[in-house]
């Protein structure tokens, strides 16, 4: 297998050098560049056509922001943004990033030294090996709404409970369904987005600032509300007791992902069943699927988000190979389906 072509781009000298010297160790990555801004970055992707761009953020003439922009729009391929100012607290920069198209992003050591680099260097690989995966397209508006009909479209009684399952691009695809809805939206929407250890607090506040719904981590003892957003703890799975109360169950390695989107929507399936309503977003890997199938047999509504719509294709595809999703939606038009189902 080739290695993943990468082009570094950093304003910082001793930067450069440091994850050169960190990444030079995998025989799975090669660096075909480097630039010192965005606008160097510009002119240097046709020329080595990386597979991956690793940014800095705060840069001049042209920061990693705009960077971003630009190569969505001009040669789109997944962008991680290694930077100081994407520490656990700074929300704006972190989520303007993600929505400007970044796949992911991942805070430099604080102190510069390269012993502190070499100690996040496994991390770091993975993560790049990771987004070599993705397929990214430029920006679109999206798709009109197109639905095939494997699942399960019999069902009794109003919708009483949507839960949402996510991983990556999962705060763009979950920000562009809730800022959708309206504030008397009738329903509690549940949500396990797989998200990095520190960053659950954050997310939550970005989608404070542009949803109508009240958006919160859902507490223990606590029953889903209608108008209201909620999150499954970090390190944690999401459940419901026999009375339809939030719990938190332990998360081991043996349990896969965490929060666990299969283990919400079988709860979902049990407590609320003919009445519950799935979405299964972007994301690698299957979690999800089992759960889709589960909300499927309850007789409630399934949706995954299409191919085209998608950072990546990987669980929703699952699902809907598994014939146990209803219907096939672009992003842009979930949240029309679920008010003119819910709502109307």
């Known amino acids: 297998m080739s290695p993943t072509k990468i082009l570094l781009v950093d304003d910082s000298l001793i930067a450069l050098e440091l994850l050169q010297r960190l990444l030079r160790d995998s025989p799975e990555i090669e660096i075909v560049g480097t630039a010192r801004n965005g606008r160097e970055a510009l002119e240097s992707i046709p020329k080595v056509n990386p597979s991956v761009i ?49 796949v992911d992003i991942f805070p430099k050591p604080t102190s510069g030294d390269y012993a502190e680099y070499e100690q996040i260097k496994n991390r770091l690989i ?22 095939t009909n494997s699942g399960n479209l019999d069902r009794t009684g109003n919708i009483r409970a949507i839960a ?47 949803s109508q719904l009240n958006v919160k981590i859902a507490q223990l003892g606590e029953t889903p509300a209608p108008k209201t957003v909620y999150f499954a703890p970090e390190r944690a799975h999401l459940e419901f007791d026999a009375q339809g109360k939030f719990i938190y169950s332990n998360f081991t390695s043996s349990t896969g992902t965490c929060p666990s989107i299969d283990a919400l929507f079988r709860s979902v399936a049990r407590i609320y069943g003919s009445t519950s309503a799935s979405i299964l977003l972007t994301g690698l890997g299957t979690d999800g699927v089992a759960g889709t199938e589960a909300i499927n047999a309850s007789g409630g509504i399934t949706i995954a988000q299409d191919e085209h719509s998608c950072l990546v294709f990987g669980m929703s595809k699952a699902a809907i190979a598994s014939n146990g999703v209803a219907h096939v939606l672009s992003l842009a038009d979930i949240a029309p389906f679920l008010i003119a189902e819910i709502v109307n």
């Open 126 to 147: 993975a993560k790049i090996k990771m987004l070599s995966k993705v397929k990214v397209k430029a920006r679109s508006s999206g798709l009109d709404a197109k639905s």
């Open 164 to 210: 949402i399952g996510a991983s990556t691009g999962g705060p763009q695809a979950i920000h562009k369904i809730i800022t959708a809805l309206p504030a008397n939206f009738p329903v509690p929407v549940i949500c396990a987005q797989h998200i990095g250890d520190g960053f659950l607090t954050g997310l939550i506040s970005w989608l404070k600032e542009d």
């Open 54 to 102: 690793c940014t800095d953020l705060h840069m001049s003439p042209i920061d990693g922001l705009e960077l971003t922009k630009e190569v969505m729009e001009k040669f789109p391929r997944p962008i991680l943004v290694i930077s100081n100012s994407v520490q656990e607290n700074d929300t704006k920069n972190i989520f303007g990033l993600l929505q400007a198209g970044a």
